[in-house]
């Protein structure tokens, strides 16, 4: 029978999550991260996604940790230097509020029939 290393694992790693999220952040000019989240305990990425698999409650833990930096990246995206970065904002608006860039793909940005066109000019 092939036995492999023990289990790092403990009960008490989702309070370690706490206690990581506590080490991070903008005023420690370190973003939450799984991978850093891993270095914390002292072992490999991929160990605390499997941990994650089999835990369902150490799962909602790390995504605690995506969730945090996901935060931090709104927040450092939009406000993080002096004007709001646009980019960020499209991106945001996009992959979370379901908004879309579109071109005009028939008209050739000729008016179509049937269709009243507004036009927005400044004076």
Excluded at 56 to 77: A, Y
Excluded at 92 to 115: A, F
């Amino acid at each position: 029978m092939a036995m492999g290393r023990p289990t790092k694992y403990r009960k008490d790693m989702c309070e370690r999550v706490n206690e990581y999220l506590e080490t991070v952040g903008r005023e420690q000019t370190k973003m939450p991260s799984l991978c850093g989240f891993a270095i914390f305990l002292g072992v490999n990425s991929d160990t605390i996604q499997e941990w994650g698999k089999k835990h369902k409650e150490f799962s909602v833990s790390l995504r605690k940790i995506l969730t945090f930096q996901q935060n931090q990246l709104i927040d450092d995206g939009i406000y993080g230097g002096k004007e709001v970065n646009s980019t960020i904002v499209k991106l945001l608006l996009m992959n979370n509020h379901g908004y879309k860039e579109r071109n005009d793909q028939t008209s050739g940005d000729k008016p179509l029939k049937g269709l009243v066109q507004v036009n927005y000019a400044k004076d």
